[in-house]
């Protein structure tokens, strides 16, 4: 129920916010994540898609096209695998359950860029770059037996979606898009925690 409060919340705060322009105003945008591994991270650690996720940034408008400032996040892989035969030390093989689970953080400075910011457009298309650091729990358990990895690694981002705003006149409303996350690891004999993550969720400026 406080969801649904908070909720009630944002959209009375982006309903009355009428803003012509976003040049000179700081705008929050939060978002569920739902992300899908990619590369040696499906192969070898993660196989399937995680559902528990959420970003957010706070973005300055320098121009109407252009804002800048930086975005956070989390999203929470999992996978555990049928039991099997694993080798393990001194040439023996054990038969154990194999479970694999990495959270991301993203700490990034971002750009967005609205080609027809400015504008009354009833859809805004975007494209985004973010550049910072990825801060990697990685926890692996064969049995019992394992632990964890905490790392801070750099992470690069590209992404694109489109803006919806609720009014020709608002600055606020719904967002739709998809980032593309470069995520370095190289410890434990893996390489990268690369992923997708599919976003949808609502903007605002802030005052």
């Given at each position: 129920m406080k969801l649904v409060r908070y909720l009630s919340l944002f959209i009375l705060i982006?309903?009355?916010a009428h803003v012509h322009a976003q040049?000179?105003?700081l705008r929050f945008s939060l978002q569920y994540s739902y992300a899908l591994p990619l590369g040696d991270?499906?192969?070898d650690v993660i196989g399937d898609a995680?559902?528990?996720g959420v970003t957010g940034?706070?973005?300055f408008g320098v121009s109407n096209k252009v804002s800048l400032g930086v975005g956070l996040g989390y999203q929470d892989f999992y996978q555990k695998y049928p039991r099997s035969l694993y080798k393990t030390g001194n040439n023996e093989v054990t038969s154990a359950v194999?479970?694999?689970s990495v959270q991301i953080m993203p700490v990034l400075a971002k750009a967005e860029i609205h080609?027809?910011?400015g504008s009354h457009s009833p859809v805004q298309p975007y494209v985004s770059l973010g550049a910072g650091v990825g801060i990697t729990t990685f926890t692996q358990y064969l049995g019992e037996f394992g632990g964890s990895d905490y790392t801070g690694k750099l992470m690069l981002q590209g992404g694109a979606g489109i803006a919806i705003p609720f009014g020709s006149a608002s600055n606020s409303g719904f967002r739709l898009g998809a980032n593309y996350n470069l995520v370095n690891y190289d410890k434990n004999g893996f390489g990268n925690f690369n992923n997708l993550n599919l976003q949808a969720g609502l903007y605002f400026p802030l005052r």
């Open positions: 982006m309903i009355t040049k000179g105003q991270f499906k192969t995680s559902p528990r940034d706070f973005l194999l479970s694999n080609p027809m910011g």
